[in-house]
């Protein structure tokens, strides 16, 4: 509803006032913590940084539907069938909602679907990783959906609104997600030598992807700035992260887990965990497209676009003969 | 080939329970208001969040322009007389 037709107005009204008065005046509601909407003025650079933030948002939604949705026909019991195909649905519509805020921005669905088909667009790293055994759907839930959540509980607040009342919707359904994960786990755990080993090595594997997820360290990342002034971005990548860790390694601990990282201490002056260094030359191989799975997500993501064309063809050929007037039925 | 216009966008109204308004949830992109009401059905109530839905083509909606702000809504800002506050009552009258 914010978009259409609406974004011819945005240049009149900045015609009147100049463009420095407006960024202040921009500026001065941020800091009064009021909520942005799709038809204010913003400075060009808070609109593009918003599109590449929630669009980049809305593909990870869609390809994390995929390393999952690998197990929905070998789920081990009909309960965690139904569990894992209504977690899937709910990425699903994740991404949905984020599509919905990024197009308030005046970008197009088709604009970005495509530009998730050919390559262009980035998502998250994480979802480029293998899900070999049925432990890595508990190790997602618990680890994935349990960073993400930390990434998106302060994004509920974020100075933009149609970003911010999505994030609201996705965060209400994401703690079933991290929950069912740990569940999952916990039964493993609690199960034969082979089960529990399965639950160690899915830790194993995701352990270190888990804590990349939040991005590069403080010192490397280059659009945190803006990002915080905007109130887009409440926390830095490094507070998250360590929140993340104090707050994984008890559950862990409960599990009877080890987690991988020989470095890993309790801080008693901080009052947190000391981790070791991350790999960050894994992550940019990664994001440059050279991880496990990337080819076989975007090889995916095509295929099934491509499989569904025929369905969006019939449906839209559908609405246009029932617009026709009823004279060609009756004819 | 496929349609190359895209889907028209609809806005979705969800009534949580009985005897409260629609409220404005999300929108959607369907071909007919009949697909829009099924997509929102699964897209915004998978937890049981609504009794009812309104799908509404966003098109159809005409929204106030922020720049137009202070002609619109500061008219309103002095009337102060209008809320019951303004009134002092005696202590000694009740049920007013």
New interface residues.
Partial sequence: ??T???DG?VPD?AAHTDEATLEQRFLARVDAEEKI?P???MPVRYRNTLIRQISQHAHSEIVGMLPEGNWITRAPTLKRKAILI?KV??EG?HG??LY?AA?TLGV???QLVEQLLSGKAKYSSIFNYPTPTWADVGAIGWLVDGAAIMNQIPLCRCSYGPYA??MV?VCR?ESFHQRQGYDLMLQLARGSEAQKRMAQEALNRWWWPALMMFGPSDANSTHTGDSQRWKIKRFSNDELRQKFVDFTVPQAKFLGLAVPDPELRWDEHRQQYEFGPIDWSEFDQVLKGNGPCNAERIAARRNAHAAG?WV??A??A??AK??QPSANIAA | MEDKHQWPLYEVFVRARGGLDHKHTGSLHAPDAAMALSHARDLYTRRQEGVSIWVVPSTAIVASDPAENDSLFEPARDKIYRHPTFYEIPDEVKTL
């Fill in positions: 509803m914010y259409q037709g609406l107005q009204t909407e038809k204010d003025w209504a649905q709910d519509g949905a909602y919905s197009e197009s669905r088709d009342r999505a919707r359904e064309a969006r063809e449906a839209s559908y609405a029932r617009r």
